[in-house]
T-cell receptor, first 115, second 112 residues
Framework: DADVTQTPRNRITKTGKRIMLECSQT?????MYWYRQDPGLGLQLIYY???????NKGEISDGYSVSRQAQAKFSLSLESAIPNQTALYFC??????????????FGPGTRLTVL | SQQGEEDPQALSIQEGENATMNCSYK?????LQWYRQNSGRGLVHLIL?????REKHSGRLRVTLDTSKKSSSLLITASRAADTASYFC????????????FGSGTQLTVLP
């Protein structure tokens, strides 16, 4: 079984709709991240959480919100989707017990298309 | 934000040849990490080098770090078609040490 799972894997929606992307992990990691990737580009950090009560904005948080429901679950919401949020979205985890951010483990991604 | 910049943007080689990718960054780092991404999939961690290390090996991978030049290189020896992927460096800024940032990557194509 995959250690980091994302649902859904693909989603097509319309402008103005509310969308939630979910991430679950069985690695027991305390740190979780949401990134977006646009075609041919690197990853941009949207939000990150170092534990259930710790939520931080990343580089591009506008238009997004997150919820850390439990240590193993981290959800990303688009309150009112717009076409330029069409991208590949990745969830990642890391083990904070090792101090500074070390190896991150990525989920398989969610391909989101906003029409 | 601290962002690694990979060079070249694209690299095409024959199977069996070595592939070298470079990364430059702007400020002091805690560590620098390299990741691989197969088309449309999640990133996979390859190797991490700390700021006090100069070279590290893992199988066919060799990473160097020159903090005076703020640069790193990833060498893949005896490349295989399965190495075809995008490769990203991710410097971790010292100080806050809370988040990685990724560049645009090097797209490596290994021709059989």
């Amino acid at each position: 079984d995959a250690d980091v799972t994302q649902t859904p894997r693909n989603r097509i929606t319309k402008t103005g709709k509310r969308i939630m992307l979910e991430c679950s992990q069985t690695k027991g990691h305390d740190r979780m991240y949401w990134y977006r990737q646009d075609p041919g580009l690197g990853l941009q950090l949207i939000y990150y959480s170092f534990d259930v009560k710790d939520i931080n904005k990343g580089e591009i948080s506008d238009g997004y919100s997150v919820s850390r429901q439990a240590q193993a679950k981290f959800s990303l919401s688009l309150e009112s989707a717009i076409p330029n949020q069409t991208a590949l979205y990745f969830c990642a985890t890391s083990d904070g017990r090792r101090g500074a951010v070390n190896e991150q483990f990525f989920g398989p991604g969610t391909r989101l298309t906003v029409l | 934000s601290q962002q690694g910049e990979e060079d070249p943007q694209a690299l095409s080689i024959q199977e069996g040849e070595n592939a070298t990718m470079n990364c430059s960054y702007k400020t002091s780092i805690n560590n620098l990490q390299w990741y691989r991404q197969n088309s449309g999939r999640g990133l996979v961690h390859l190797i991490l080098i700390r700021s006090n290390e100069r070279e590290k090996h893992s199988g066919r991978l060799r990473v160097t770090l020159d903090t005076s030049k703020k640069s790193s290189s990833l060498l893949i020896t005896a490349s295989r078609a399965a190495d075809t992927a995008s490769y990203f460096c991710a410097p971790l800024t010292s100080g806050s040490a809370r988040q990685l940032t990724f560049g645009s990557g090097t797209q490596l194509t290994v021709l059989p």
